[in-house]
């Protein structure tokens, strides 16, 4: 099992930037394929980024795509999104989430953080 804790959210205008962290416990950090997902209000949980186990390939939303990186370091038990450019609709809960091992980067996410609000100002 792994445990996940998100840290990094705040309040930004729009325009600037953030870099999200989530730290993972246990052993089997790098038997999982990592994501963050993100969940505005009224809406539906979503998938921002994602990225293997070795960080050899990394997956991206449309709404993201050359705006946010997402990188881990199997060394330290970490994945960090950086976010550029944000946008008022970026405004959500992110989430931190580990695929099961031996699962595929499309999921099943077994593995949830509690969540780091994301709020950006016009």
């Known amino acids: 099992q792994v445990q996940l804790e998100e840290s990094g959210g705040g309040l930004v205008q729009a325009g600037g930037s953030l870099r999200l962290s989530c730290a993972a416990s246990?052993?089997?950090?790098?038997?999982?394929?990592m994501a963050w997902f993100r969940q505005a209000p009224g809406k539906e949980r979503e998938f921002v980024a994602g990225?293997?186990?070795?960080?050899?390939?990394?997956y991206y939303a449309d709404s993201g795509k050359g705006r946010f990186a997402i990188s881990r370091d199997n060394a330290k038990n970490t994945v960090s999104l950086l976010m550029n450019s944000l946008k008022p609709e970026d405004t959500a809960v992110y989430y931190c989430?580990?695929?099961?091992?031996?699962?595929?980067?499309?999921?099943?996410?077994?593995?949830w953080g509690q969540g780091t609000q994301v709020t950006v100002s016009s």
């Open positions: 246990g052993r089997t950090f790098s038997s999982h394929h």
């Open positions: 989430a580990a695929a099961r091992v031996g699962g595929h980067i499309a999921g099943p996410y077994d593995y």
């Open positions: 990225i293997t186990l070795s960080g050899y390939a990394t």
